[in-house]
């Protein structure tokens, strides 16, 4: 089974840089009006901007909506990835 399998369906859509809708969230780790990090089924997402504001958390249903200036995204991978051990050593 896959990882994406394991956990919820997770979608990203983004609208003109502007507007970031997420589903499959697991938890919101932190946030400022530069970056938002978010864990999702698929791997923790860093959302890198100006002025991101959450317009809407459910981590009940994985619902996020992210406004603002959207610059960068990168997925990290999941906690099960690498090793807690190796993390220390990158």
Do not use: W
């Not at 919101?28 to 791997?43: A, I, Q, W, Y």
Request: net charge positive; with cysteine.
């Amino acid at each position: 089974m896959t990882e994406m399998q394991k956990g919820r369906n997770h979608t990203l859509m983004l609208d003109n840089r502007g507007k970031l809708v997420l589903t499959g969230a697991e938890d919101v780790s932190g946030f400022n009006e530069e970056t938002v990090c978010v864990k999702t089924s698929c791997g923790s997402l860093i959302i890198k901007g100006e002025k991101l504001h959450i317009d809407k958390l459910n981590l009940e249903t994985g619902d996020v909506s992210i406004d603002g200036r959207i610059n960068a995204m990168q997925y990290l991978g999941t906690d099960n990835s690498r090793s807690k051990l190796s993390k220390l050593f990158k």
